[in-house]
């Protein structure tokens, strides 16, 4: 059941995962051409000078791209479903209600990291192709915490598309940007890296999270 769960998200997902990709790679190659047009512009010492010592950030076009498509998806994975109630159907399959709306969130969240993983292998790919090794580093310490908020736009879009509640919507929404925003806040490169488990992990306690609004879109006709 669980097998055909996903089959059904994959069917109902497939064409926006797949313009979202090919939004993230555009953006991918619009950096590519500013930081080739970066070398054309200047010589190359004082570029690595800018990247390596004034923490320039060659990928910045980059910063909102992964909050932006962690939203979209989230929207187009769960609109539909509160569409006339939709999800209601899947929450009455003879299946726990917790391994319904799991695999809903896991084949979400596969699909997102597999857009940013994408991302963040062209930018090592892309760095190291101008940059010391040090700068591939740093480049993906700095980028991680924007595939975080990415992560958060997608669970906090779940959380309050499934929340039947509007105060709690709003309630819900409001704590998504404000975790979103905390990822984003530093702009200095790698600025994050020391506390980024801590931020995993807020990240991660969200996943369970989906299960309460969930729980009372099921039985809030009950209640």
Same mark, same amino acid.
């Given at each position: 059941?669980?097998?055909?769960?996903?089959?059904?998200?994959?069917?109902?997902?497939?064409?926006?995962?797949?313009?979202?990709?090919?939004?993230?790679?555009?953006?991918?190659?619009?950096?590519?051409?500013e930081t080739r047009s970066m070398f054309v512009m200047d010589h190359p010492e004082i570029v690595w000078?800018?990247?390596?010592?004034?923490g320039s950030i060659h990928f910045g076009s980059l910063r909102s791209i992964p909050l932006l498509t962690g939203a979209l998806l989230g929207a187009a994975q769960f609109l539909p479903e509160m569409r006339d109630e939709r999800f209601r159907l899947s929450l009455h399959l003879p299946v726990e209600l917790h391994k319904v709306v799991t695999a809903h969130v896991a084949f979400g969240l596969f699909a997102l990291g597999a857009i940013l993983?994408?991302?963040?292998?062209?930018? =090592?790919? +892309?760095? @190291?192709?101008?940059?010391? %090794?040090?700068?591939?580093? !740093?480049?993906?310490?700095?980028?991680?915490?924007?595939?975080?908020?990415?992560?958060?736009?997608?669970l906090g879009t779940a959380l309050a598309l499934l929340e039947p509640k509007?105060?709690?919507? =709003?309630? +819900?929404? @409001?704590?998504?940007?404000? %975790?979103?925003?905390?990822? !984003?806040?530093?702009?200095?490169?790698?600025?994050?890296r020391t506390i980024l488990p801590i931020l995993v992990l807020l990240s991660a306690l969200l996943v369970p999270g989906v299960l309460l609004p969930a729980y009372r879109f099921r039985f809030r006709r009950l209640s």
């Open positions: 059941m669980v097998r055909s769960i996903i089959y059904k998200e994959l069917l109902k997902t497939w064409r926006g995962w797949a313009a979202l990709m090919f939004l993230n790679m555009a953006v991918m190659a619009y950096i590519a051409a000078h800018r990247v390596m010592y004034l993983l994408t991302d963040m292998g062209i930018l =090592a790919v +892309l760095t @190291a192709s101008y940059f010391p %090794l040090e700068a591939v580093t !740093m480049s993906l310490w700095t980028a991680a915490p924007w595939c975080l908020a990415g992560f958060v736009a997608y509007y105060h709690l919507k =709003a309630a +819900l929404i @409001a704590v998504a940007i404000a %975790l979103s925003e905390l990822y !984003m806040y530093r702009t200095a490169p790698g600025s994050y």
